[in-house]
């Protein structure tokens, strides 16, 4: 059991694009340590290993109610995508900042279990917003990002202030 430090804006490490996992034995210490850091959050329902500082594409996701249906997706792309939707999301990257994003309302994701086994997740709900923006960290993409220069210079403002009066 590891919680690992989550890293947050604006820290340079977030913006890195992760590499693909070759070896998956090599990865079930960084998977569970994910997982428990995932776990010791109020209520973070996904983690990329971005967000912890490690740089292989490898994100969690837990969406059920009494968090306890731990996904785990290894190297995920989108290979199919349609329509819009508009969901407000927040990010334990960006704490206590919340907005409006944009994103595909359904998505078809292939990705590799820990075991290395091939699967398909295709979803129209929730599920797939959370896919959407954990696949971003593993780009080095943050959801603001998504938003207008206005909308996030003034997120950002917000943000440093908080980040100030933590201190
Ligand atoms: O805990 C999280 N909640 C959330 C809400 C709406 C859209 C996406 C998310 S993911 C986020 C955890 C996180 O930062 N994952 O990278
Ligand atoms: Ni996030």
Redesign the pocket.
């Known amino acids: 059991m590891a919680v690992r430090t989550?890293i947050e804006i604006p820290d340079e490490r977030l913006r890195i694009k992760c590499k693909p996992v070759t070896d998956f034995a090599a990865v079930q210490t960084l998977i569970d340590d994910l997982l428990d850091t995932?776990y010791s959050?109020d209520?973070?329902?996904?983690?990329?290993a971005t967000?912890i500082a490690e740089t292989l594409s490898i994100?969690v996701?837990d969406i059920s109610d009494d968090r306890n249906q731990p996904m785990v997706f290894i190297n995920p792309e989108i290979i199919e995508s349609e329509g819009e939707t508009s969901?407000?999301?927040?990010?334990?990257?960006?704490p206590e900042i919340?907005a409006d994003?944009d994103r595909f309302l359904r998505v078809k994701v292939k990705a590799f279990d820990r075991n290395g086994e091939q699967f398909i997740v295709d979803s129209d709900e929730?599920l797939s917003?959370?896919m959407q923006?954990?696949i971003?960290?593993l780009h080095g993409k943050?959801?603001i990002d998504h938003l207008s220069t206005l909308k996030r210079n003034m997120l950002l403002k917000k943000l440093k202030k908080q980040q100030r009066l933590k201190q």
């Open positions: 989550i995932m959050t209520s973070g329902i996904g983690l990329a967000q994100m996701i969901y407000q999301e927040g990010c334990l990257s960006i919340y994003v929730f917003i959370v923006h954990e971003d960290h943050v959801f």
